[in-house]
């Protein structure tokens, strides 16, 4: 399995015109803000600091690209739903978003954060309907998974296997803990499938 600990941050893109090459490969990493993204991107690459976590929800305002080498990067996309921000500014994050969702040829998958608690929300379904209409293959992080018992984290994750597996045929799902380091051998996995396969 790949050493995810050699990823660096490379740049970051306000417009999809200022996005790095697009070559080689990558994946993209999503979620409702709050949803746990930074924190697992600096579990996943075993790198403190690489993603900027905050207690204020909505902080990720630009596509942060993290490169593992020179063909393959990881991708932090705007979170959505709580930000403080105008409506106009999200409005051109979203065409934005939008864009690079659309037409970025060297993207292999999308990495989607849902808080256990709160799955399948709005924008968790808009996301993996777009992705659907592309044939782009989806992996949910059920992420914050140790602030429920066993009992109550497999009954959501069973809840939204049920539902991914009707609509979502390249949808998977996994319980993911950032604080306890649950499920981080999985999420690996299915990067180094994506990424190098």
Request: glycine residues 6%.
């Amino acid at each position: 399995m790949n050493d995810f600990s050699s990823t660096y941050y490379l740049t970051s893109a306000k417009r999809f015109d200022q996005c790095p090459a697009d070559t080689g490969s990558e994946v993209a990493f999503a979620g409702r803000s709050n949803a746990g993204k930074s924190s697992a991107l600096n579990v996943i690459t075993d790198t403190t600091g690489l993603a900027r976590t905050s207690k204020t929800p909505g902080r990720t305002q630009m596509i942060n690209f993290f490169a593992l080498d020179d063909e393959h990067r990881l991708v932090d996309l705007p979170g959505y739903g709580y930000a403080k921000v105008p409506k106009k500014i999200k409005l051109e994050w979203q065409k934005e978003l939008g864009k690079y969702l659309e037409k970025r040829a060297s993207l292999r998958g999308l990495i989607l954060l849902m808080d256990v608690r709160h799955p399948l929300k709005e924008f968790d379904r808009e996301m993996l309907d777009w992705a659907h209409s592309v044939e782009l293959p989806v992996h949910v992080l059920l992420t914050k998974s140790d602030k429920l018992s066993n009992g109550p984290a497999g009954a959501s994750l069973q809840e939204v296997l049920e539902a991914i597996h009707k609509s979502y045929p390249l949808c998977s799902a996994q319980l993911f803990s950032s604080l306890k380091k649950q499920g981080l051998k999985e999420a690996r996995q299915v990067l180094t499938t994506w990424l190098y396969d």
